[in-house]
T-cell receptor, first 111, second 116 residues
Framework: RKEVEQDPGPFNVPEGATVAFNCTYS??????FFWYRQDCRKEPKLLMSVYSSGNEDGRFTAQLNRASQYISLLIRDSKLSDSATYLC????????????FGAGTTVTVRA | EADIYQTPRYLVIGTGKKITLECSQTMGHDKMYWYQQDPGMELHLIHY???????EKGDLSSESTVSRIRTEHFPLTLESARPSHTSQYLC???????????????FGPGTRLTVT
């Protein structure tokens, strides 16, 4: 079983739709969680950190569910420019700084 | 925007050549990382460094080596390139001080390596 798992998608949604997807992690002691966005053949860019209380940045909302060991990302009012692969990343140990990445969820927003 | 740079951006080289991929950051970050990513595939950590003169191998075995003589510089070397080394190599850094934002990693633009 992979340490960080994501539904690869693709999620094909019309402009203006809401899309949400999850990322599960295997280590219950995991400390820190992040969402990255990666465009085709580009580097990952940090989208947002995920806090225990959940957090929102514009149209993007991230949630953490420690009991079920997953994080989620919700995109409201999807734009064409939201089309990308979304990677979740987890730090498993408190004295570690290495990120473990999921394989990514592909989102395609169509006009 | 992260201030982390990689050169060259693209490299096509013949089998057996020695190559060095450069990575520099101007943020004063202690922690630096090298990832390998094939097209459409996931990121794999191949090397990391938590400070000057400190380097460790990552989760994916790699024939490459790294050095960290200066805080801002973390080059990756392949002594003898092979077609199996063809991939994208991404460098990242993080502040690495305990605190909420210090674990966030910022990536350079990557080097796309093709070994013929």
């Amino acid at each position: 079983r992979k340490e960080v798992e994501q539904d690869p998608g693709p999620f094909n949604v019309p402009e203006g739709a809401t899309v949400a997807f999850n990322c599960t992690y295997s280590n219950s002691a995991s400390q820190s969680f992040f969402w990255y966005r990666q465009d085709c053949r580009k580097e990952p860019k940090l989208l947002m950190s995920v806090y225990s209380s959940g957090n929102e940045d514009g149209r993007f909302t991230a949630q953490l569910n420690r009991a079920s060991q997953y994080i989620s990302l919700l995109i409201r009012d999807s734009k064409l420019s939201d089309s990308a692969t979304y990677l979740c990343a987890v730090i498993f140990r408190s004295n570690d700084y290495k990120l473990s990445f999921g394989a990514g969820t592909t989102v395609t927003v169509r006009a | 925007e992260a201030d982390i740079y990689q050169t060259p951006r693209y490299l096509v080289i013949g089998t057996g050549k020695k190559i060095t991929l450069e990575c520099s950051q101007t943020m004063g970050h202690d922690k630096m990382y090298w990832y390998q990513q094939d097209p459409g595939m996931e990121l794999h950590l191949i090397h990391y460094s938590y400070g000057v003169n400190s380097t460790e191998k990552g989760d994916l075995s790699s024939e490459s080596t790294v050095s960290r003589i200066r805080t801002e510089h973390f080059p990756l070397t392949l002594e003898s390139a092979r077609p199996s080394h063809t991939s994208q190599y991404l460098c990242a850094s993080s502040e690495g001080i305990r605190g909420r934002s210090s674990y966030e990693q910022y990536f350079g633009p990557g080097t796309r390596l093709t070994v013929t």
